[in-house]
T-cell receptor
Framework: GQQVMQIPQYQHVQEGEDFTTYCNSS?????IQWYKQRPGGHPVFLIQLVKSGEVKKQKRLTFQFGEAKKNSSLHITATQTTDVGTYFC?????????FGSGTQLTVLP | DAGVIQSPRHEVTEMGQEVTLRCKPI?????LFWYRQTMMRGLELLIY????????DSGMPEDRFSAKMPNASFSTLKIQPSEPRDSAVYFC??????????????FGPGTRLTVL
């Protein structure tokens, strides 16, 4: 079955530093979604990428979808304490959406 | 819209008891998902429905777990009998699929289950 792996599992950064999480699928994806879960909260949708090589930006967040549609990354520039949480990628295929294990981001003030 | 509604928000029960978790999806959404989240195993898909029909229940851990969706606005996840290892946060999510691709999933606030 489809597997989606995400690294790193944990990341501690100093406020103002950049942060990147990577997502890799064992199969070619039709799309990839990214979610953020704040501590004690529920996953909240951030964005969806569909096209090969697609890059989308949301303020300090940059999302990329690989050319082969098997990997993706989320990059946060100049992290803030409000960025704290767990970031999940979710790979979409014809049959289902498979969530990665998430990257837990801690931002130290 | 109020979003996805789950009840109860917290449940503490004793081993062997039956537990029923409830979910009301967003009106008009045709997909409903049940997830379990633990520190050890992360976010696991248990089962999902399309137009009230169970499509994939391969994530249901064992026969003690069952899920139903009697209508488009209500679903239940039942654990009978419950065990301490079932302690987790259970999320319900709904989405609307268009153009053959999966759209964003809207998650409910979750039910935190503790089995003593």
């Amino acid at each position: 079955g489809q597997q989606v792996m995400q690294i790193p599992q944990y990341q501690h950064v100093q406020e103002g530093e950049d942060f990147t999480t990577y997502c890799n699928s064992s199969t070619t994806l039709s799309n990839i979604q990214w979610y953020k879960q704040r501590p004690g909260g529920h996953p909240v949708f951030l964005i969806q990428l569909v096209k090969s090589g697609e890059v989308k930006k949301q303020k300090r967040l940059t999302f990329q979808f690989g050319e082969a549609k098997k990997n993706s990354s989320l990059h946060i520039t100049a992290t803030q304490t409000t960025d704290v949480g767990t970031y999940f990628c979710a790979g979409g295929s014809a049959r289902q959406l498979t969530f990665g294990s998430g990257t837990q981001l801690t931002v130290l003030p | 819209d109020a979003g996805v509604i789950q009840s109860p928000r917290h449940e503490v029960t004793e081993m062997g008891q039956e537990v029923t978790l409830r979910c009301k999806p967003i009106s008009g959404h045709d997909y409903l998902f049940w997830y379990r989240q633990t520190m050890m195993r992360g976010l696991e898909l248990l089962i999902y429905f399309n137009n009230n029909v169970p499509i994939d229940d391969s994530g249901m851990p064992e026969d003690r777990f069952s899920a139903k969706m009697p209508n488009a606005s209500f679903s239940t996840l039942k654990i009978q009998p419950s065990e301490p290892r079932d302690s987790a946060v259970y999320f319900c999510a709904s989405s609307l699929r268009t153009s053959g691709s999966y759209n964003e999933q809207f998650f409910g606030p979750g039910t935190r289950l503790t089995v003593l």
